[in-house]
């Protein structure tokens, strides 16, 4: 006999403000499913889990299920196809699971990724005693009732009230007969109806951060707690050689000198991408792009920031600033520091007002104030995903 994890994730999450469906939606570089599917494969109360998924997203839950470990994804079943409406899907999901070995069934929104193995524990561990245990927690908030008109009513005693979450546990039989027996009725828990067929619920500890991720905020805050902020300089020098302009921040400015580099010589995009490897462990920009390479000869630099920008978004990070110092005598940057904002903004995908730009002089002093080379600081902001 086994204990079942059944994740509802048909829904369409219109309230979500994700490009797609929400379940699908990636926080710190991992779906809202793959980790609630962790979540629940982690713990070992679990067999195995179901999921339900919505017609149009075979594709989209094929990929996300990559990013769960193998060895918890052997506990994922073949998925099925839910309904309009949740209580539908999990009907889907429990008439799927009818001629199984199912005994307690743990039922599971997608959009809850953040449940613990001990949450999973306390709901399980109390479903012998009536059927039915569900994770609730007391309000910290006054509740009113509404009336009619829509001023309020009353104010139930807040001592009597609860908020409650998935995981819902129950006895597979007893859910899935409610289930049968009450179709025609709407509700948004499972647990509803078995209280409304008069059989009784447990409520057990549920947890402040078991979140539904509901709205584009509880995405915000979701992304925040997940990642932390890390900060990362790169640095660049180029000696000037023969030529009739440099190229800075991906722009080509007309000098009466070039730069002598395997690459455009970018100071600024090489710093930058320095930055970027810096902050992610990734070593520097002669490791991914050796100069003794002779594809690279010539190679515009915003090809490697474009690299620097996909290995940062594989380990889930994300930029949240670049500053820029540029130190020459020569040439002025003035008249293109809006294009150059423009380019950078274009390749890192910052807002301009995240670009700091800044040029100073050596006032003559050193090999940059004689006019050799000129040379790139940057110093990036990022945030990272937080060790799981
Ligand atoms: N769900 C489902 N099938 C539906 C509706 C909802 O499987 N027809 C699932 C959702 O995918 C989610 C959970 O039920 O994991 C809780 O529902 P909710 O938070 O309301 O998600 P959505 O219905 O997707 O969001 P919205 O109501 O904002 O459209
Ligand atoms: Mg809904």
Redesign the pocket.
Known sequence: MSIIALI?????????GQPG???YARLAGETVLARSIHALAISKRIDAILC?IHADDRALYDEAIKEVPQRLRKKLRTPVI?????Q??VMAGLEALAETDCETVLIH???RPFLSKKLIERVVDAVPTTGAAIPALPMTDTIKELDAAGTIAKTPDRAQLRAVQTPQAFTFKLILGAHRAMVDRETTDDASLIEALGGRVMPVEGERDNI?L?TPEDFAVAELKLTETISAMGYDVHAFGDGDHVTLAGVKIPHTRGILAHSDGDVILHALCDAIFGAIGAGDIGQHFPPSDPQWKDAPSSTFVAHAIKLLKEQGGALVNCDVTLLAEEPRIGKHREAMIESLATMTGLKKERIGLKATTTEKLGAIGRGEGLVAQVLCTLRLPRER
């Open positions: 509802v994730a048909a829904g369409r999450g219109e309230r979500a469906p929400k379940q339900v839910g309904g309009t409406t949740r539908q899907s929104d997608a959009a539904k509901t």
